[in-house]
């Protein structure tokens, strides 16, 4: 009996179909589904390609249409999702880097936040070059590719690095090099370099800064001052090695090490090796102020808190002052610290992505209450 | 999704509404056997809607969104049946074949007392109160404020209690 509101409420709860008309009707739903098939070729996953071909079909040349066959002849934003994970030597990596990464590119924003997406990319780069490695599968070709396309990467945050130095911007630049240079992975290729170099005789060089030696390892050499980037000393060595046909070799490694010896056996330096050092060289000369020491990693870091707002307190840091007067600056000029939104997520909808994802979860809406 | 995927996730979708969907149409309609058949219908209309890619971010709200407007169209074909004559079909007890008859009085009994609200505030109150929509929800759903839908709800109530109340 329904005596006030608390149980017509309630009643209404009650109310669902019996059994055998429930079962009727799903038995006639599932038959109408059979009927009325999904069209092949998956519709909803063509949603996603139409939209990902139609931002960069403009701009792209004849491999759009290529890799975009290949796109949808497969399992659609299925494949574009895979790629993701995609290594060289796979079908699906000319998907990740022809596809994905121009299309996230687009909404990487502008300068700063651009050129740390490109330094993003080149970072990708190294880390497949090293898991090709352990896989023992880095062919040259596939290296001098990767690092032909970090080339490319990190000469378009080198671009916008130096611009925004040109400019006066100081932290941009420390943020946009922070991006390639404290990448673990970067570091830990840097250092097994290193490692390796270490033990040809050439590394002697690092001592003496002969005549005739290229003009960013002379640079390097000046802002080994305080701190001695690893980075610089690698850099040498590695063009030192590489120089064997453009200059005299210095006398000063001839004399140090076992001469002719040490030139023969010094390895080929990987091509990719070379372009890391020499993109870190060019970065750090972007941030180098005033012929300066390159900045101490405190104040890179401090710097980095506090974001780039503050001019002043970033040039009394790179300047030498102390870590805390720079704080005090700072705090002077009152800036927020806040950090660039990352802005190189997938340019996909999560929404859409569950969709096309294999997912088959039943969805709530924002704000259900109550289930059934 | 492939074929099997997308019925599975529909027949899922299934599951979950079917119940919510015919109360949904029942409340409005106040028939059962309409009830019923226009629940089909819903379903099968968000099948079409799943087969033509439609960029689905609530499932639930399209389910409703379809109800709802296959319930505007079935009144527009009603329109010239006087509303007398709607209201008897209601409370006919028709062939219960399959329904257990304190359930099918229970039935009655809550279209008969819902009866005094008008149409928007039936679909208000049940949708807030059995199904958990938000006051927000309701009114997208109905190109309503919140607030206006609020309003609808505690007034409804007020005259529902009234109403039970002198029948005592």
Do not use: C
């Not at chain 1, 574009?80 to 796979?90: C, N, R, S, T």
């Not at chain 1, 005739?212 to 040498?236: C, I």
């Not at chain 2, 979950?16 to 219908?41: G, H, P």
């Amino acid at each position: 009996m329904i005596n006030d509101d608390k149980d017509l409420i309630a009643a209404m709860k009650q109310i669902r179909l019996s059994e055998a008309a429930r079962e009727r009707m799903r038995a006639n739903l599932s038959a109408y589904a059979d009927m009325h098939a999904m069209p092949s070729g998956n519709f909803r996953d063509f949603e996603v390609v139409g939209f990902v071909l139609s931002v960069f079909a403009r701009s792209r040349p004849i491999f759009a249409g290529a890799f975009a066959v290949v796109l949808i002849a497969s399992t659609g934003a299925g494949a574009a999702l895979a790629a993701e994970q995609a290594i060289p030597g796979e079908v699906l990596y000319g998907v990740k880097v022809h596809v994905n990464e121009p299309v996230a590119s687009v909404f990487a924003g502008s300068g700063e936040a651009k050129a740390r997406y490109h330094a993003k990319l080149a970072v990708r780069r190294v880390e497949e070059a090293q898991l090709l490695e352990e896989k023992g599968v880095l062919t040259p070709e596939l290296e001098t590719d990767l690092a032909e396309r970090f080339e490319a990467e990190t000469m378009k945050a080198v671009e916008v690095a130096e611009k925004l130095a040109d400019a006066g911007d100081i932290s941009a630049p420390i943020a946009i090099r922070a991006e390639l240079a404290e990448n673990p992975v970067v570091e830990r290729f840097v250092a097994a370099a290193v490692a390796e170099d270490a033990t040809t005789a050439t590394l002697a060089v690092a001592d003496e800064v002969p005549e005739g030696m290229a003009p960013e390892v002379a640079t390097m050499k000046r802002a080994e001052g305080g701190n001695e980037p690893v980075e610089a000393r690698a850099m040498m060595a590695t063009m030192a090695a590489s120089d064997t046909e453009a200059t005299e070799p210095p006398e000063g490694a001839l004399k140090k090490a076992a001469p002719e010896q040490a030139m023969l056996e010094a390895p080929q330096p990987s091509a990719l090796r070379v372009r890391v050092l020499r993109a870190l060289a060019l970065l750090d000369k972007s941030v180098d102020v005033e012929g300066s020491t390159a900045p101490a990693p405190e104040a890179v870091a401090a710097v980095q808190i506090a974001r780039p707002k503050n001019q002043t307190a970033s040039r009394a840091l790179l300047t030498g002052a102390s870590v805390s007067q720079a704080a005090r600056e700072f705090m002077l000029a009152s800036t927020t610290a806040s950090s660039t939104p990352d802005r190189t997520s997938p340019a996909f909808d999560p929404a859409l992505l569950k969709q096309v994802g294999r997912e088959v979860t039943p969805l709530t809406s924002e704000g259900d209450a109550s289930s059934e | 999704m492939d074929q099997d995927e997308a019925k599975d996730y529909f027949l899922q979708i299934y599951d979950t509404y079917a119940d919510a969907i015919f109360r949904f149409a029942l409340v409005k309609v106040s028939d059962r056997d309409v009830a019923a058949d226009l629940s089909q219908e819903v379903f099968m209309r968000f099948w079409q809607a799943l087969r033509e890619g439609t960029t689905l971010r609530n499932d639930r709200a399209l389910l409703y969104t379809i109800a709802r407007n296959l319930i505007i169209d079935w009144y527009r074909k009603k329109k010239d049946q006087s509303l007398d004559a709607l209201q008897e079909d209601g409370f006919d007890p028709r062939g219960a074949d399959e329904v257990p008859i304190l359930e099918h009085a229970q039935m009655q009994e809550v279209l008969k007392a819902l009866h005094v609200l008008d149409e928007a505030s039936r679909e208000a109150v049940l949708l807030r109160y059995v199904d958990g929509f938000s006051p927000a929800e309701i009114g997208a759903l109905r190109d309503e404020t919140a607030n206006a839908v609020s309003v609808r709800i505690s007034r409804a109530l007020a005259k529902v209690r009234t109403h039970l109340h002198a029948h005592d």
